[in-house]
């Protein structure tokens, strides 16, 4: 029998056991709930070992990749009752620039997916600022142009060469009001322009898109 290591959606892996006979619906609960408290073993102990890391990968990541993987949230999946986020960086062992990252508060739900220039370690260094500038003012409160502006900031302050585009989204868990900001090239030649571009600011109500 196989049963799921899960936390909130966030499956951790599967736990194999080998019964002399098939258990009854009490027994399938009690391999559940073990499975279950188990996940929790797992999420408390990862942040101090490297095994779970070796049981996950059948082939080595290559540099920019391995740093890439340390900016992603701790759980790639959240499951709650007004929500659930999924994602995954594809292909796994050779990644550069792309990563998301989000954050649950008492009220609301946070989500960036952010996209740094090229495939290569460079990238990856770019895309490690810009997600520690929208961490940092993040957690100071900000809102989301805030938050925009100071990653813009950040990259342009530390002289990276190089743009990330990107999307910010805070929804609400008390109405589902969504506010989305979305930065992106200014045209074909705007690399530069891209870090000055005035920012998009939608609030999706209900009833429609106020802009």
């Known amino acids: 029998m196989v049963a799921p290591v899960t936390n909130r959606g966030d499956a951790t892996g599967l736990v194999e056991l080998f019964l002399p006979d098939r258990p009854d619906d009490a027994g399938m609960r009690q391999i559940a709930a073990t499975a279950h408290a188990l996940a929790y073993i797992v999420i408390a102990n990862r942040s101090f070992t490297d095994v779970y890391q ?42 550069g620039g792309d990563t998301f990252d989000y ?17 290569d ?5 770019l895309a490690t600022l810009a997600v520690g500038a929208l961490r940092r003012v993040r957690r100071a409160g900000a809102e989301l142009e805030e938050q925009a502006v100071e990653a813009n900031q950040a ?10 585009t990107g999307q910010l989204l805070r929804v609400s868990l008390l109405d589902g009001t969504t506010e ?9 030649d705007g690399h530069d322009h891209l870090r000055r571009r005035s920012m998009e600011r939608k609030i999706r109500r209900r009833g429609g898109i106020r802009r």
């Open 54 to 95: 070796w049981g996950c990968r059948t082939r080595p990541l290559n540099l920019a990749a391995e740093v890439q993987h340390r900016l992603l949230p701790a759980s790639l999946v959240c499951e709650a009752a007004q929500f659930m986020v999924a994602g995954a960086l594809e292909p796994a062992t050779h990644v």
């Open 103 to 119: 954050v649950v508060d008492r009220d609301t739900m946070q989500l960036s997916v952010t996209d740094a220039m090229g495939h």
């Open 121 to 125: 370690v460079e990238a990856a260094l």
């Open 155 to 164: 990259i342009v302050d530390n002289g990276r060469r190089g743009f990330v």
């Open 180 to 188: 989305f900001v979305s930065r992106e090239p200014a045209d074909d």
